[in-house]
């Protein structure tokens, strides 16, 4: 089964607290539209309204030539980490239902594209898809990206069974 998560706790204080982006800047301030501003930490949708933060992300830790990073947001203030929230194991996290297609990519234990992994995926298809590619010995998590902007949603990783 697979097991969605997004940034971390860790990040999302810091970024809160006046730290600087992946790209050595502070976060940006907006309030929200209710238009299309997934929220990278709790993986729900900002509401109208709400303060958020545009920033810089590297969803990797290594600086290495596939580290790619880019443009996310984040509610400004303090959210629930979607991976603490009681989700079903095959249910997506409510920031993927906002569009028909992403696109799904493998990577190595090193943090590398598994060649030949990119698949642009139908909504309704992402578990299946994900838990097809997480049984390739080579692909140790996928990431899930905007397939129009390439932006960055969500990480999955095979769920630890006891």
């Keep these: 089964m697979p097991k969605f998560t997004g940034m971390s706790t860790q990040e999302a204080i810091h970024l809160r607290?006046?730290?600087?982006?992946?790209?050595g800047n502070l976060p940006e301030h907006a309030i929200s539209d209710g238009q299309g501003n997934p929220c990278r930490h709790c993986l729900q949708m900002i509401a109208k309204g709400e303060?958020?933060?545009i920033f810089s992300h590297r969803p990797f830790d290594s600086c290495q030539p596939y580290a790619e990073q880019g443009p996310v947001f984040l509610h400004a203030n303090s959210c629930q980490a979607y991976e603490a929230l009681?989700?079903?194991a095959?249910?997506?996290p409510p920031v993927l239902e906002d569009s028909p297609r992403y696109l799904l990519r493998g990577y190595?234990?090193?943090?590398?594209i598994v060649y030949g992994s990119g698949t642009l995926t139908e909504t309704n298809q992402i578990v299946e898809t994900a838990n097809h590619l997480l049984t390739r010995k080579e692909i140790s998590f996928v990431h899930v990206r905007s397939a129009t902007n390439n932006c960055w949603q969500a990480r999955i990783?095979?769920?630890?069974?006891?």
């Design 157 to 162: 990783d095979l769920a630890k069974t006891d």
């Design 17 to 23: 607290n006046g730290g600087k982006d992946a790209h």
């Design 86 to 88: 009681d989700a079903e």
């Design 108 to 112: 190595d234990a090193n943090e590398r």
């Design 51 to 53: 303060e958020f933060l």
């Design 90 to 92: 095959d249910s997506l």
